[in-house]
């Protein structure tokens, strides 16, 4: 499972790396950083729920 | 009266802040995905539309005419729309990103602590009038380096734009100029001052703040000041209100925050949504549109109905009731697109610190027997909410 950014759809909500912090972080404008490409194993709930959480659906998971 | 009737009513959005049950009304409003208030605006009622709309900001602009509150120049970042927005945002975002806000956790506590003590020992309160008005208040004094001697000031200015006295926008203009030739002046003054004695708070690193080497105006500053006070002290306010009010009168609610701190997070983001304290923001057409078959004209004012979307089930089941572990909850209480609330990260901090300190003082308290809450009109805030609770230290 891969987590996708669209960065050009972020605005800084900061749903996705208070919900999940070692998955996603912040830039200095406070915008999502992805710390992982991969989802690691076991965490992929976790990652629905940064993604899920965004409400300018800027993240997305595949596979 | 059925809905068109009703919506015919100037005073309709109005309703929709200070209605007792919001929901209900949203959810009559859904009946259709457009209304157009006859030779005033149109409104979006529908999650899909609105979320549409916030993401165009060159169709659906947030440009001055949009917000008229006794501003002579755009408020900024607010009435300033893409690709000039982008320059302040670049500016005003890393200040208040997270991190930095987060970090004021600390000195917020002790002010929503010794907010508290004033009346603690007595067993009861206004939480409107003795906490909700004054904390977000005293926040922003603290953060801008501003003395805490002049929070009725800031109040009044506050309240002379937002909550000016008269029935119409006419009655109410003569108000809202006189309070915002106030706060000029005082933003003014205290520049001026700055510059002789410079000092290390918010206001100091927007005054040195740069982009591509050159440094905001002083009238740029001004702007930014004005939208704080009427952007960033009543909306924090509406909230705490709203999410007291709520608590107040769902005990079941009230016992799930108090007895475990890491309910409250996720409850405020859920009360957020279900209360959206700011239950609609203003855009005005940069071209013409049409929704769903009606059309909507160049130079028309839209009203993007957050309260109305924060509770359309089509694509998110189940916001139609109260979940304090709602996940996900991808809510519009912020806004969302390039205008998403600046000051969200630095309102999620004084009500998670207010919640917290809160609860751990008074886990217990109800509405005082008799009480009949009224919400106030345009913010979704309390006239009163008195509340009584077995005396704590």
Not at chain 1, 22 to 38: I, S
Not at chain 2, 137 to 166: H, N, Q, W, Y
Not at chain 2, 368 to 393: D, I, N
């Amino acid at each position: 499972m891969r987590i996708r950014l669209d960065a050009d759809r972020c605005q800084g909500h900061g749903r996705c790396y208070v919900l999940a912090p070692d998955l996603f972080d912040a830039d200095d404008y406070g915008h999502c950083v992805l710390l992982v490409d991969e989802v690691p194993a076991g965490r992929e709930d976790d990652a629905r729920t940064g993604v899920e959480n965004c409400p300018e659906q800027a993240l997305s998971l595949e596979g | 009266m059925d809905v068109e009737d009703e919506l015919q009513s100037p005073s309709l959005m109005v309703d929709l802040a200070s209605a007792d049950d919001p929901r209900a009304m949203s959810e009559m409003l859904r009946q259709q995905r457009v209304h157009n208030i006859e030779g005033m605006f149109h409104l979006l009622t529908h999650r899909q539309d609105v979320e549409a709309a916030l993401r165009r900001p060159a169709v659906f602009t947030s440009g001055p005419e949009a917000v008229q509150l006794g501003n002579i120049r755009p408020l900024i970042p607010l009435s300033v729309d893409p690709p000039k927005h982008v320059k302040y945002r670049r500016i005003l975002d890393p200040l208040f990103a997270p991190r930095h806000m987060t970090a004021l956790e600390g000195e917020v506590a002790e002010l929503v602590n010794s907010t508290i003590d004033n009346f603690a020992a007595s067993g009861t309160c206004d939480f409107h009038e003795d906490f909700a008005v004054p904390l977000p208040c005293t926040v922003f004094l603290r953060l801008m380096g501003l003395p805490l001697e002049d929070l009725d000031l800031f109040l009044a200015m506050k309240d002379g734009i937002i909550r000016p006295s008269g029935a119409t926008m006419e009655d109410q203009a003569p108000t809202r100029k006189k309070t915002a030739e106030n706060i000029y002046a005082y933003f003014e003054k205290t520049l001026e001052q700055r510059r002789r004695a410079p000092t290390e708070d918010l206001l100091a690193r927007i005054m040195v703040s740069e982009v591509d080497g050159v440094r905001l105006t002083d009238e740029e500053i001004l702007d930014i000041c004005f939208l704080f006070i009427i952007a960033g002290l009543d909306t924090v306010t509406d909230t705490l209100d709203c999410i007291f009010g709520h608590l107040s009168q769902n005990p079941d609610h009230r016992r799930q925050v108090a007895g475990d701190e890491s309910v409250i997070p996720s409850a405020i983001e859920e009360l957020l949504r279900w209360e959206s304290p700011v239950p609609a923001v203003p855009r005005v057409l940069g071209e013409d549109v049409e929704i769903d078959g009606c059309p909507m004209k160049a130079g028309e004012h839209v009203m993007l109905l957050i309260g109305a979307a924060n509770t359309d089930t089509t694509d998110h089941p189940g916001v139609d009731s109260v979940d304090l572990m709602r996940n996900p909850n991808p809510h519009l209480a912020f806004g969302g697109g390039v205008h998403r609330c600046l000051g969200s990260h630095l309102a999620r901090v004084e009500l998670r610190v207010a919640m917290r300190e809160w609860h751990k003082r008074i886990p217990e308290y109800e509405l005082v027997p008799g009480t009949v809450l009224e919400y106030t009109e345009g913010l979704r805030s309390l006239h009163h909410l008195p509340l009584q609770f077995p005396p704590a230290p």
